[in-house]
């Protein structure tokens, strides 16, 4: 492959065509962003060889498209129109129910694979691309049966030089997941910086006393709003299902503090203390 279309040149696109270069020199990266501002910054940071166009996509051997949900949903269809038979186009997005069901009878719905790496940072924008993003992440592939087989080995080739892991999963359970592992996370960071913020309002010494914990618990709150505002859209079950468990879990932690039962709050830690097992087994 050697003609890589990155629409969307900020972290996730930006990191592909970093590490797609280093795999294949040979190869041109093309950007196609609708900021003019992200586009020059891109060339300036050698993230992509050149600019172009959606007429150009037509010699496009992969497209990726790593824009918001919202967008991605409808541009999908506009990329599909203008590849080739023999192009593979992937987006990247945190919900795939949506965006599959919008190609499901698209001419070239066999060009398309329904992609979410679980990787990223908080940061955004091209100089936010990282080599190496992806070694080791997770790649979940939804509907994989509705791509060309030819064009699925094409991807899956990338995504193991790569070094990634590959998981199959249907659109429903994927989104219903990564409601829980990752959409509920990224709301609890953006609530837990807001209460901080609302008090600091007050006490304006209270950051003075924030430690690494604290600046881990909230670092997913300096992710963007343009970016997760649609994903919680388009998630809304999914995440309003999580959101109602995990307030139960806190309303339950905070009676037991009421009613002075410090060894339940001792075993509800305790409990999920074997987390770091599954992690580490993940890890």
Same mark, same amino acid.
């Given at each position: $492959? ?5 629409? &969307?040149? /900020?972290?996730? /696109? ?9 795999? *294949? ?5 093309? &950007?196609?962003?609708?900021?003019? @501002?992200?586009?020059? !910054? ?9 600019? @172009? ?27 599909? #129109?203008?590849?080739?038979? *023999? ?9 795939? +129910? ?33 080599? &190496?993003?992806?070694? *080791? ?7 994989? +049966? ?22 199959? $999963?249907?659109?429903?359970?994927? #989104?219903?997941?990564? @409601? ?17 913020? #609302? ?9 003075? $006393?924030?430690?690494? /914990?604290? !600046? ?21 079950? *999914?995440?309003?299902?999580?959101? !109602? ?13 009421? #009613? ?20 580490? /087994?993940?890890?």
């Amino acid at each position: $492959m050697n003609n890589i279309f990155i629409i &969307g040149v /900020g972290l996730i /696109g930006g990191s592909f065509a970093l590490d797609i270069k280093k795999l *294949n020199p040979e190869s041109t990266i093309y &950007g196609i962003d609708k900021s003019e @501002a992200h586009l020059e !910054e891109a060339m300036a940071l050698k993230v992509i060889d050149k600019t @172009a166009q959606f007429e150009d996509l037509q010699h496009a051997d992969l497209v990726i498209l790593s824009i918001p949900v919202d967008a991605a949903i409808n541009v999908l269809p506009k990329v599909l #129109d203008h590849v080739s038979d *023999n192009a593979i186009v992937f987006d990247v997005g945190s919900t795939k +129910e949506d965006i599959c069901a919008k190609v499901k009878n698209h001419p070239k719905r066999r060009n398309y694979l329904a992609v979410h790496p679980i990787a990223g940072t908080e940061h955004s924008g091209p100089k936010a691309a990282l080599h &190496g993003l992806y070694k *080791n992440k997770t790649n979940i592939i939804c509907e994989v +049966e509705d791509t060309a087989f030819k064009l699925q080995e094409k991807a899956l080739k990338l995504f193991l030089d790569l070094g990634m892991r590959i998981r199959y $999963m249907n659109p429903k359970a994927h #989104d219903k997941h990564i @409601a829980y592992v990752s959409h509920l996370s990224h709301i609890s960071a953006f609530m837990l910086g807001k209460t901080v913020i #609302d008090k600091e309002k007050n006490e304006r010494d209270i950051f003075d $006393m924030a430690g690494s /914990g604290f !600046e881990s618990t909230v670092r997913l709150a300096k992710s963007s709003p343009a970016m997760w505002t649609p994903i919680f859209q388009q998630n809304k079950a *999914n995440v309003i299902e999580t959101l !109602e468990e995990f307030i139960s879990n806190l309303n339950h932690f905070k009676k037991l503090m009421q #009613d002075d039962d410090f060894e339940s709050v001792y075993n509800e830690m305790e409990s999920t203390n074997y987390i770091k097992d599954i992690l580490n /087994g993940i890890k």
